[in-house]
């Protein structure tokens, strides 16, 4: 019976202590506690389906076309965005970040190529999980979207190293940190992809990504210079730059985003695009075998990690991925 007083005595002193933080906590809205507890009273129970807003998300599949696998096209793009939109979830995190603590920093890193891990192994669906033949018909409805046109991927980009990294490579010994952001940006690797195949000019695609998100994008790059995950890692320590532990999986990040998510792209591209030895156009307009492939592009967040053989070999894998689909 005693403990019992005891453990109740323990509870109500727990609960007048919580009480007093809601006070302290409310006290500057304008109403106190009594009135949020009224409303508390009065508040429905949450269900799972209203938390996660089920039914909007199960109505966001909207196919321009009958044929049934555009829905998986559709449903597959849109998990792949709510994974860029967790990997930046945890980039923010570490752009933001002025511990410089180790642990901290390889926590997020290890978080990021995770999502990368799940995007990287479920994309399967893409490529063999569709009719080529009913995929080929639907797309030519989709024209001029394409998957090029994913903001939050060059967000992704813009986030994990500076600029000058991401000028395209015959261009990159050019530019350095002294050019400016403008300057960087129109230089970007992945404008000279969006290209048309036939005049070089600039396709659709790339015209209505660049008059939607070009602002945002230059914005969001003047706001992270200097404080990029590259530039976080070069502000540590010079025992933590040492870490082994972060530094693989800084090249594992480096891997997932730069290599091994392009090469499934590519493998998905030469399934549908590629046949009897004939390319056929990406929805985009796009240049996919001059796009896609990551030796080509030789895109590296991280560069100054590597070997100097390691650089030369950077993405040659791609190479494999094509003709030797199995080891993949």
């Given amino acids: 019976m005693g403990e019992q ?8 002193e727990k609960i007048d202590s919580q009480i007093l933080k809601l006070e302290e906590k409310y006290k500057d809205s304008g109403q106190d506690l009594s009135s949020y507890l009224d409303g508390l009273l009065y508040q429905r129970y949450l269900t799972y389906w209203e938390y996660i807003h089920l ?17 998986i096209f559709i449903m597959y793009h849109q998990i792949t965005e709510l994974y860029f939109k967790l990997i930046l979830h945890e980039q923010k995190q570490l752009v933001d970040d002025k511990s410089q603590n180790i642990d901290f920093f390889i926590e997020k890193a290890r978080r990021i190529n995770s999502y990368y891990q799940a995007l990287i192994s479920s ?18 409805a989709l024209l001029p979207a394409s998957g090029f046109q994913s903001a939050q991927y060059r967000m992704i980009e813009i986030y994990a190293t500076s600029m000058e990294n991401l000028v395209h490579h015959t261009e990159r010994d050019r530019f350095s940190k002294k050019n400016t952001i403008e300057e960087l940006y ?14 070089g000019e600039k396709t659709l695609t790339l015209k209505q990504f660049e ?14 210079k200097d404080s990029t995950i590259w530039d976080k890692f070069l502000q540590l320590k010079p025992e933590n730059q040492d870490n082994k532990e972060l ?4 090249k594992t990040l480096d891997l997932n985003a730069n290599v091994n998510w392009p090469l499934m792209h590519m493998g998905s591209a030469h399934r549908y695009l590629a046949k009897d030895k004939k390319q056929i156009n990406a929805t985009g307009g796009t240049n996919w075998k001059e796009y896609l492939p990551p030796s080509f592009q030789k895109v590296i967040f991280f560069p100054e990690l590597y070997t100097k053989e390691e650089l030369n070999n950077w993405g040659k894998q791609w190479v494999d991925h094509i003709f030797n689909p199995d080891k993949v």
């Fill in 5 to 12: 007083k005891l453990l109740k005595m323990k509870n109500k």
């Fill in 55 to 71: 039914d909007t998300l199960l109505s966001l599949q909207v196919p321009r076309t009958y044929f049934p696998d555009e829905e």
């Fill in 123 to 140: 994309f399967s669906i893409m490529i063999k999980g569709m009719e080529r033949e009913q995929f080929l018909q639907y797309r030519m």
């Fill in 186 to 199: 129109e230089q970007i690797y992945w404008k000279k992809g969006a290209t048309d195949v036939s005049t």
């Fill in 211 to 224: 008059y939607r998100y070009t602002p945002r994008l230059i914005r969001i790059a003047k706001q992270v």
């Fill in 247 to 250: 530094i693989e999986a800084l």
